[in-house]
Nanobody, 127 residues
Framework: QVQVVESGGGSVQAGGSLRLSCVAS????????VAWFRQAPGKEREGVAV????????YYVDSVKGRFTISRDSAKRMVYLQMNSLKPEDTAMYYC????????????????????WGQGTQVTVSS
């Protein structure tokens, strides 16, 4: 069973930065996607950013483009989410997820694409 563990959450003021880390115990597919999702209280889980662990392809939700950057260290099975210019609306529990790569990029930020999930790390941005 693949395990996914997130770290790096915390509390910051608006305009600040945080870096989240995600480590997987293994990559179960020939090609894998690793994504960050977030879920605020009373809201649905939302895909934020995703990376193809075999290449350089990335994909972001519009609300974080230009502020968040997803990157990887495949040798360490690590994926990072650098979050800059944080806003109060970024406050949420952030989850790392692992799934099988597919060619339909519009599915990369959908919950149903992912089979393995971490427990989440809280990010709180105060105004």
């Amino acid at each position: 069973q693949v395990q996914v563990v997130e770290s790096g959450g915390g509390s910051v003021q608006a305009g600040g930065s945080l870096r989240l880390s995600c480590v997987a115990s293994g990559y179960p597919y020939r090609r894998n996607l690793v994504a960050w999702f977030r879920q605020a209280p009373g809201k649905e889980r939302e895909g934020v950013a995703v990376i193809d662990t075999s290449g350089d392809a990335t994909y972001y939700v519009d609300s974080v483009k230009g502020r968040f950057t997803i990157s990887r260290d495949s040798a360490k099975r690590m994926v990072y989410l650098q979050m800059n210019s944080l806003k109060p609306e970024d406050t949420a529990m952030y989850y790392c997820a692992l799934g099988k790569h597919n060619i339909v990029r519009s599915t990369w930020l959908k919950v149903t694409t992912y089979d393995y999930w971490g427990q989440g790390t809280q990010v709180t941005v105060s105004s």
